[in-house]
């Protein structure tokens, strides 16, 4: 509930007795549709309006971390300077006595990841969850919390990258099927990148490009989502010089190092490119579950050629991957 993520610290506010009904300015809190460690979403009605959108709420715990709070506004001021048909609009911001939230277009439909799960399922393709806890970060771990399932989503939770059996994913029959399964990654990859040009253009590093941030409706348009992570160029630095931030298995030798003065756009392109690497083979470019093996295989090795995994993957496709 609401209640659960305001909770009371010693030295903030008091919450207004609204909140209490579920009411946080102009929006009518709904139900949870997502949390992580920037914030939790949830499905609200927007009272003046009467329309449906994901509101984004900054735990009060979250306040008394300046880091924390400068990220969250961060990346509603990011996003909401992206005026994109595949970025997620930001519709308004605002505090309630100390209660940080922005309001952004309610997606329904499912992320990337959840698509490619539904594929391997399909293809008997085995998976298991990789867990990356040790990994240094931020403590952000962006969830697909724009959206909300549609009738074809999978039912299942998304509690963490996965790794697809080698062995499985190179054994795997190609049909027509695999013809129709390229051609709707590519055109959702084009989607993506025309995207992620327009916030290049506008001073806007993305630094967590990864399948759970990619959303897809149902008429199979691509949204990109969760700029928690973005640098804006015009900006003083948000992360110091060697710490890492991110979701490690997407990102590039560069941002894995911590070196914030070399990171630009080409960051976000590395990590396109690992997602749909990702999204083409069914399998990581790096499918180590060992943190410390990707962390030495990333900057120093090349992924397996995606022809070697699935052999239906144009030549041309396989150069821009």
């Known amino acids: 509930s609401l209640d659960q993520v305001l909770v009371m610290q010693p030295g903030v506010p008091p919450l207004p007795d609204h909140t209490e009904s579920g009411v946080l300015g102009d929006y009518r809190i709904l139900h949870e549709i997502g949390r992580g460690g920037m ?26 971390d300046n880091t924390q ?58 998976e298991h969850t990789v867990d990356e806890s040790p990994r240094k970060s931020s403590g952000h771990e962006p969830t697909s919390a724009y959206s909300i399932p549609d009738a074809a989503a999978s039912e299942e939770k998304d ?15 190609h049909d027509v099927n695999d013809k129709v399964w ?34 897809i409706d149902a008429d199979q348009h691509l949204w990109v989502a969760d700029f928690g ?22 990102m590039s030798p560069e941002q894995l190092r911590g070196d914030r003065h070399v990171l630009d756009h080409h960051t976000d392109i590395y990590s396109l490119g690992t997602t749909f690497y990702e999204m083409l083979t069914l399998r990581p470019a790096f499918p180590d579950s060992d943190v410390t093996q990707l962390m030495q295989r990333i900057p120093n090795e090349e992924p397996t ?17």
């Open 229 to 250: 992570l973005a640098l804006i160029e015009a900006d003083a630095n948000l992360t110091t010089s060697g710490s890492m931030i991110g979701t490690l298995r997407y």
């Open 182 to 215: 390229i051609r709707s990654v590519v055109e959702l990859a084009i989607q993506a990148a025309e995207a992620l040009e327009h916030a290049h253009r506008m001073g806007i590093v993305h630094r967590d490009i990864k399948p759970s941030n990619l959303l």
């Open 305 to 321: 050629a995606p022809r070697k995994l699935n052999s239906a993957i144009p030549r041309d496709l396989e150069t821009i991957v």
């Open 39 to 64: 914030g939790v979403v949830y499905e609200a009605e927007q009272i003046s309006l009467g329309r449906r959108v994901a509101l984004k709420v900054l735990p009060y715990a979250s306040m008394l």
């Open 69 to 126: 709070l400068t990220r969250f506004q961060n990346e509603a001021r990011a996003a909401a300077s992206l005026e994109h048909p595949n970025v997620v609009h930001v519709h308004s911001v605002g505090t309630e006595r100390g209660v940080h939230y922005f309001a952004m277009q309610l997606i329904r439909g499912q992320s990337l990841d959840e698509m490619a799960k539904v594929e391997r399922r399909k293809r008997g393709i085995l």
């Open 159 to 173: 509690v963490g990258d996965t790794v697809v059996d080698a062995a499985s994913a190179a054994t795997t029959r």
